[in-house]
């Protein structure tokens, strides 16, 4: 970037505070840097509003004059700025040791004007700013005999962050790396929360914005784990909707705002929705967490509802029912796809409808079959199922898509795209009228709103795995 159309020295004389300038920052690099580059990097700014309620949220313990705060994925330095704002207006410190971590060259330049802002408007409130730019790759880089080097563990007491989003390959070099943390295919924010959990300083704090996916599955468990025996939760943020508005794009994730305190001492959890002008939600951190899960408050009807739930005893496994998950994964077996109507159907998510397969589906964009030539394991016989899209709800869509399905009359053999679970009997003897009567009540409980209020509460609308509905708790049925 070769030409910054002002100065930090200028903009401080006009007044403006750390955040009104970090914003008029961004608002030039956004114009420099196009939408598609930066999410290739998985890069979304923090506006300015969203920086300022994360902000009003910081708690600072220390009773020291000189604090040590670290940025991880800094971009233009949003979240600092805001947090620098409110904690010299909020508390009285005399050094402020800050150093921020990011290695995008493009923004690097802005953010060196940023950090020369800073130092001028607290040394105009008598604060001594010491701040640093460290550009060290957290995603990149090899494990060395101090992981975290130059970076010192439990040497701050704020850590904040808006780190990058982007998929880590289970077989990947970073995978390999980090076994402690990653399990399987997990998310780059995955490291920056593990690493800024052992920056924090016992009785420091933490504040992450990352999106909700954390909450529950495999692939996260390692974190939830590390997370849930370092620290406790203060508050948690939550977006209602995909479409999350960072700055001047939506991005297409559900995220959330976790605040942190590395304490042993039991708290309250603050529980809100981002944006809302509601009061915050007071929750036990026994009644957030479960099973190593962590489980979305709900309006309070539906919490009865959810406690009604989880004190039911039985479970899939218990009606002589297992799950699983398709075993086509198209991009990695393209080979397997045919459009050719003779060999074997090929079940998609969208084939998944209210109560039904509809099956195959005029003018889908998708090949529709496999070979018949495919490894036995892709293929499933004809019999009795549930069959349930991963992807289960959208923004206003309150119950499961699922279907009783029992084979196509023309095929006996089908196959299960990769976004399609299915329930199937362990017992393949029972004969087909006493699975009908299983199944047919089974069903009619997984669309239930118990069903939905557990499902909204654990996955938070999200993708629902094998192993959250092997977790549904099941009432008595009438079979």
Known sequence: MSIIPFSSEAYITDGLSPSEFIEKVSQIY???????????IGQFFTNLNLAKDIANRVEISSKSKEISIIDLGSGTGMLSGCALEFIINNYEFDVIN???VEIDNNVLPLLEIVVDFLSLWCASRNVYLNSKIITLD??????VENLFYPLQIESYDLVISNPPYFKIGGKSR???YYKNIINGQANAYTLFMYLGINLMKQGGSAIFITP??????DSFKKLREHLISNTKIVSLLVSQSRYT???EEKVMQKICITSLVKSNEDRKVLFNSINSLAVDLEIDQNNLIKDDIIYTPLIDSENHILNKVMSYGKRLKDFGLGVSTGSIVPHETPQLLSEDADQIPLIWLKHVKDGEIKWPIEGFKRKQYIISSSPNKKIMKKDMYILLRRCAFSETRKHLYCSVFEGFEKYETFSLENHVNYIYFLDKNINLEHKKVILNAVYDYLISDEASVFF???CNNTQINV???RSLPFPDLKI
């Not at 956004?30 to 290739?40: A, C, E, G, I, Q």
């Not at 957290?138 to 494990?143: D, F, N, R």
């Not at 909700?212 to 599955?217: D, H, K, L, T, V």
């Open 30 to 40: 956004l114009n420099y840097r196009s939408y598609s580059d930066r999410s290739k």
């Open 212 to 217: 909700q996916s954390y909450f529950n599955g």
């Open 245 to 247: 508005q960072f700055l």
């Open 138 to 143: 957290i995603i990149g880089s090899s494990p």
């Open 467 to 469: 192993t959250d509905i």
């Open 456 to 458: 909204k509460s654990r």
């Open 174 to 176: 970073v995978s390999s």
């Open 98 to 100: 800050l150093d921020l």
